[in-house]
């Protein structure tokens, strides 16, 4: 390894990226790591949150050097005519903090920011303009890459962070306030409140287009403000469109990206919650791994995060049902209504269901009763081959051309097996 520039080269320095990068840093001081960023700051412009219940143990550990928002108290969640509270503890990070403690925790000349990426390969990564920084092992962290072998919906929202004049008065995090006008989809505000006069609030669609629409958004955002008596200074602002994957072939999404003996962890590798978009329990989990792992070459890498995003892909099937349902089932306007259901389920089902780890009883329990939308659309949702929208594009104000899954040559897999010829059509409570 002596012979290279470094012994693992990281493309991104975003969540993945950074924390593969702490991971390595803890527990394989000996190595030497190049996280090798775009911006000009690892982290973006972004805040993660998550519940305690996302994390182990160690992964828990892992964050723990980060300046990190906590709220011991739990969250609410509103739906109209109906509130609770549930008790869970969540967390965030602001990218800002990501970024400090990145710097004060990783050795000096780890991160190297404003930094092109050009080409990457088993052997090393080339910068544009040229230059070369050779590596035993690169892993590929740039973040997703939208692509047609996955279909589904979209996750589009609007954030702000602002300073009030004077205290606003909220106690906890309002995970969802869905009490709101339902405009394109499903629709919901999330606040955090991050200090008595310092409060983030997000304007949220879940809509089959990946549009998003700045300044309609920020004039809700003004309407949610003013409806609650909040005014003040905006001190920053965050967007986001991500991808709620209900079905497609994920061998394709994985050949299309695959760069032999590269690595590829992050949302880029399939590590993401198909229906909330979320990937910080998965990006702490494949950070651990590969700080555990045993063999760090290049190829050895690459299979055992191609291998770990596989069984990812095949554990989160049930979310994709979900969110099958939720967009192909439920009318936009109606959508509401399925997480009004869910949020009457008991809290431990409800913490399984965010960290990617409910049972078969969570499974059958958020399946049982009578649905909140009409049954013969559900089971049409949820039966192989009828994946809607291709992901295809994500930029800002662009759809992308949605376009049938059925037929092509790389079909999506089916969200349930086929049935054999004249056998019956798979049911919505099956194999859960
Ligand atoms: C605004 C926002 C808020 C979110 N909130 C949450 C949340 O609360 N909880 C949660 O779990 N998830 C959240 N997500 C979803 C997801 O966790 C994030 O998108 C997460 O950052 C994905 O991590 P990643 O490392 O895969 O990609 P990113 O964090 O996007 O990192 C990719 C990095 O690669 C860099 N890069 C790309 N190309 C190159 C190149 N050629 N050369 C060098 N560098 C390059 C980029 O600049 C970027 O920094 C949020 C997403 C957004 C956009």
Redesign the pocket.
């Known amino acids: 390894m002596a012979d290279r520039d470094c012994d693992i080269a990281l ?7 950074g924390l593969i990068a702490l991971a390595l840093a803890q527990r394989r001081p000996d190595l030497r790591v190049a996280l ?4 000009d700051r ?3 412009n ?5 519940f305690e219940s996302d994390l182990t143990s160690s992964g828990a550990k892992l964050l723990e050097s980060f300046r990190i928002t906590r709220w011991g108290r739990g969250y609410d969640v509103c739906f109209p005519g109906v509130s609770r509270h549930l008790a869970t503890r969540y967390r965030s990070l602001a990218s800002t903090d990501f970024a400090e403690g990145l710097e004060r925790l990783l050795s000096k000349g780890t991160i190297r920011c404003s ?4 080409a990457l390969d088993r052997d090393g990564i080339t910068l544009a303009g040229g230059e070369r920084i050779t590596a035993s092992a690169v892993i590929d ?4 890459e939208p692509g047609p072998h996955l279909s589904g919906g979209w996750q589009v929202f609007l ?1 702000r962070h602002l300073r009030t004049e004077t205290p606003h008065g909220i106690e906890h995090p309002v995970i969802m306030d869905a009490d709101v006008d339902q405009i394109g989809g499903y629709r919901f505000v999330y606040v955090l409140p991050l200090g008595p006069s310092e409060i983030f609030i997000e304007d949220t669609y879940y809509q089959d287009a990946p549009t998003l629409d700045r300044e309609t958004l920020a004039a809700r955002i003004d309407a949610y403000c003013q409806d609650n008596g909040w005014t003040g200074e905006i001190v920053g602002t ?3 469109v ?1 991808p709620v994957i209900t079905g497609g072939d994920f061998a394709a999404f994985q050949n299309r990206q695959r760069i032999e003996g590269v690595g590829i962890a ?3 590798g399939g590590f993401v919650h198909p229906l909330t ?5 998965f ?1 702490v989990e494949t950070a651990l791994a590969i700080a555990e792992a045993k063999a760090l070459s290049g190829p050895e890498l690459a299979i055992l995060l191609e291998q770990r995003a596989r069984d990812h892909w095949r554990s989160t099937r049930f979310y994709r049902k979900l969110g099958a349902m939720l967009f192909r089932a439920a009318r936009p306007e109606d959508r509401w209504q399925i997480f009004d259901r869910f949020y009457r389920l008991d809290q431990r089902l409800i913490e399984r269901f965010y960290a990617a780890r409910s049972t078969r009883a969570d499974k059958a329990r958020i399946l049982c009763g009578r649905p909140p939308v009409p049954v013969h659309r559900a089971v049409q949702a949820i039966l192989p081959g009828t994946g809607r929208g291709t992901m295809r594009s994500m930029v800002e104000g662009h759809p992308p051309p949605i376009t049938s899954t059925r037929g092509q040559d790389n079909p999506p897999v089916p969200l349930h097996p086929r049935p054999a010829a004249g056998g019956p059509p798979p049911r919505s409570g099956e194999d859960l």
């Open positions: 493309v991104g320095g975003g969540l993945s990226g090798v960023e775009a911006g690892p982290g973006g972004h805040r993660w949150s998550w930094a092109d990426v050009q962290c740039r973040g997703f954030g965050e967007s986001g991500l992050g949302a880029r978009s979320y990937t910080l329990p990006a």
